[in-house]
């Protein structure tokens, strides 16, 4: 690892590689095969202080760089990580452990982020309106709000993180950014990247570290005007709550109990690659994963017998070799949740047709493997068909119709994604208005978000914010009504209509 500066990764701060002074860090651990690649260190308040003070000072610059010329930068990195492409990809499949296709299409989530902010430096659209007066005028513009701060996950170690940092860096905003420890690399790379096109000092700062010591300090930093966080449930809301007794500014994804719906008329072959790809790729780790199908029981026993075959063909093992399909599990600890939901299953009833187990034999022996795993006759009031595993679990739940797919859907705590398997074209578009999803799919499996949509979604899965999007400036920007009166008098609202 030559490329990166020492043994143990240094913070980013004020445009400076900056070693922690107490020197504590952890290993950065490969998931495929237990080997260390490199350190990352523990930073404590101090450095979030320093973080955040380097990031006002410079945010007041950055505001008046004229969009179109921030956006400037963004063209660069974009072409820089197309250019660089393969190398991150081998770096972020070596850190996450995803296989190496599914590390060049993250990378590639990036890139298009990066070339669809910089558009917006020429966007950033506000409206013009009539005034309710004579010789009036009336706008809205988009303002940045200052400093904020992005707590990013390790399942998409740098294509969440473009989808946070490029819109509030284009809106003219500076950056406190805490990465997983787990992926620090993809951080790394990112913030050398920008170095190098030119970002002024300051704009983007990088402190690795726990979220309860950075994530927190984060929090409470009153300089920080809006956190976006993407990771689990439990965190999202403490952070919620914290930010909502500051008055901060708060945007949360926090994951999905997806569905996959499968009716009598699907084409099963394809339902069965959809559910096979949303299911078990990035072995089930993305908020996204299809973790329950809803199969029209006329199907379901077809259904079974194909995809316990599709299952059996899936080659599992390190990403890094391009014939593999699933990789592992990003530590030891996701692999203990993982197994402890299929005893919960196995426990509750469930019929377990494949997997369930953590792969111990041979090659798989070195690195953290769960094998895929198929559930079936799973009702909807089981804990394995209503909580979030991350895994490659997935559990039937048998329908007899499509009203009732629908309302088994919608009845978890999660609305990231849906999608349905069906050629009436009534039942698509009945689908699209009632599952309560924040993206649903037709004829496809539950991942696949392009950036230019909105990504979220409802109830317990955030908090009313998006993602990527144009609806990611939202998060970054403030509304700024302007008013300017041209007729030389006082005119009253409201007052002097006639
Ligand atoms: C995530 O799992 O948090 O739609 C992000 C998808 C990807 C992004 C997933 N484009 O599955």
Not at 240 to 255: D, I, N, Q
Not at 391 to 402: A, E, H, K, T
Not at 430 to 438: E, K, M
């Amino acid at each position: 690892m030559s490329h990166i500066q020492t043994e143990t990764l240094r913070n980013f701060i004020g445009g400076k590689w900056e070693e922690i002074k107490s020197g504590a860090a952890v290993p950065v651990v490969n998931p495929a095969t237990s080997e260390t690649i490199v350190h990352v260190p523990l930073s404590t308040r101090k450095e979030v202080s320093d973080a955040v003070k380097a990031a006002k000072k410079a945010q007041r610059k950055w505001a008046l760089v004229p969009a179109p010329q921030r956006a400037e930068i963004l063209y660069k990195v974009g072409q820089r990580m197309k250019e660089e492409k393969e190398r991150l990809s081998q770096l972020l499949t070596m850190e996450n452990g995803k296989v190496i296709e599914e590390a060049r299409g993250e990378v590639q989530e990036g890139i298009d982020m990066a070339f669809y902010m910089a558009g917006e430096g020429r966007r950033l659209f506000g409206q013009t309106t009539p005034s309710e007066l004579k010789d009036k005028f009336a706008m809205s513009v988009r303002a940045p709000v200052g400093v904020v701060g992005i707590i990013t996950p390790w399942n998409f170690p740098i294509a969440i993180a473009t989808w946070k940092s490029f819109p509030a860096i284009v809106a003219g905003n500076a950056v406190v950014w805490k990465p997983a420890t787990e992926t620090p690399i993809m951080a790394f790379e990112l913030a050398r990247i920008f170095e190098d096109c030119g970002l002024p000092e300051g704009v983007l700062n990088v402190v690795f570290g726990s979220g309860s010591t950075v994530g927190e300090a984060m929090i409470e930093a009153e300089d920080i005007r809006v956190i976006s966080f993407t990771g689990s449930n439990q965190v999202g809301r403490t952070i919620a709550g914290k930010c909502g007794e500051r008055l901060k500014k708060v945007s949360l994804e926090m994951g999905g109990k997806n569905a996959v719906i499968v009716m009598d008329d699907a084409d099963l072959d394809l339902a069965v690659e959809g559910i096979l790809w949303s299911a078990y790729g990035t072995s089930g780790q993305r908020c996204t994963a299809c973790s329950r199908v809803m199969v029209h029981e006329k199907v379901k026993n077809e259904l079974e017998e194909r995809l316990q075959k599709a299952i059996a063909r899936l080659s599992i093992g390190n990403g890094l070799d391009e014939s593999i399909k699933v990789g592992p599990i990003i530590n030891r600890s996701g692999l203990e949740k993982i197994k402890g939901y299929v005893d919960v299953g196995k426990a509750e009833g469930a019929k377990l047709l494949t997997g369930g187990y953590i792969m111990e034999n041979g090659s798989h022996k070195k690195g953290n493997y769960f094998a895929p795993t198929l559930f079936t006759d799973v009702t909807k009031d089981m804990r394995i068909a209503k909580e979030e595993i991350f895994g490659p679990v997935v559990s039937l739940i048998p329908v007899q119709s499509f009203e009732e797919a629908v309302d088994i859907n919608n009845s978890v705590e999660y609305g990231l994604s849906s999608s349905i398997f069906t050629k009436d074209v009534n039942k698509v578009f009945t689908a699209q208005r009632d599952l309560d999803t924040g993206i649903v799919y037709v004829n496809a499996g539950t991942t696949g978000a392009e950036i230019h949509l909105p990504f979220g979604g409802t109830k317990g899965t955030g908090n009313g914010h998006r993602d990527s999007g144009v609806a990611a400036l939202d998060v970054f920007t403030e509304w700024k009504a302007v008013y300017v009166d041209f007729s030389g008098k006082l005119q009253r609202a409201q007052i002097d209509v006639d």
